[in-house]
């Protein structure tokens, strides 16, 4: 059969560490079409900015001795997402994969990941995707930094993509999100979670002295982690297992609509 297609985004950027980690990795499974963002463009969820100017430029970069073709563009993870399988690459791709992050995606608050949000976007349109994060030191996010190991995740990262091209999902499961521990090794054992329900990135105020002057809401790791045994807080920060975490583009509550229905008009 013919080699299969995979389409890599990262939400750190076309120069991210991570981005490379992976392609090394699923260059193994199949042909690597990467196309990301020029810019960081994290905290982007799956927004599609009106003011993103959409070029496409081809970049070479050597990674590792060898010379890849990539292509650097103007927008949010998920528009990359859309530009590589509309204009980029030849045929659809089998699965497309997000990543690898700098930092865990975990919590409430995964629709602000820019890796997660590309995932999903690849997912609403049909396609098998994939969304890997590494757990990292805050000082680390944002960054390219040399200081993170991605070895281990990369690793992981070309496991779970040869699973998702080799086997079937469940109906509901659009997606799966795979978060790493910073401590993990190849034999560090992984288990299915659910988004935990609490805030993980606690926001804080910016310090200034006027609303006239610039501020940007920074945040801090929340202490008090979610006690539930298969969330993804506590198997990544508890158990420091890898946490394996199937997502639905389905955001419809689970409840019984008779008795919202009943709640309602009552």
């Excluded at 298969?230 to 508890?238: C, G, I, P, Y």
């Excluded at 420091?240 to 639905?248: D, K, N, Q």
């Amino acid at each position: 059969m013919d080699k299969y297609q995979i389409l890599l985004t990262n939400d750190d950027g076309i120069q991210s560490p991570g981005l490379w980690a992976a392609a090394e990795a699923l260059s193994d499974i199949g042909y690597v079409t990467v196309a990301a963002p020029r810019e960081q463009a994290s905290g982007m969820g799956r927004s599609m900015p009106s003011t993103s100017d959409g070029i496409i430029q081809p970049q070479k970069l050597m990674v590792r001795g060898r010379e890849w073709t990539v292509y650097a563009v103007g927008g949010s993870p998920a528009q990359a997402v859309l530009h590589g399988m509309l204009e980029i690459m030849p045929q659809p791709p089998d699965l497309v994969v997000s990543g690898i992050n700098y930092g865990e995606n975990v919590a409430s608050g995964i629709t602000i990941s820019g890796t997660v949000g590309a995932a999903l976007e690849a997912a609403g349109m049909g396609l098998r995707a994939l969304a890997v994060s590494l757990e990292t030191p805050i000082e680390h996010f944002l960054t390219h930094s040399s200081g993170v190991d991605f070895s281990t995740a990369a690793w992981f990262t070309a496991y779970f993509a040869r699973l998702l091209l080799e086997k079937s999902l469940p109906a509901d499961v659009d997606l799966l999100k795979v978060d790493v521990p910073s401590d993990a090794s190849r034999q560090t054992p992984w288990q299915i979670t659910r988004v935990a329900r609490q805030h993980y990135f606690m926001p804080i105020a910016p310090v200034r002295t006027s609303w006239d002057q610039p501020g940007r809401v920074t945040y801090r790791m929340e202490e008090h982690l979610d006690p539930t045994p298969d969330s993804d807080v506590h198997v990544l920060r508890v158990k420091r297992l890898v946490s394996v975490t199937p997502l639905s583009l389905d955001m419809t509550s689970r409840v019984d609509f008779t008795q919202l229905d009943a709640n309602l008009r009552g």
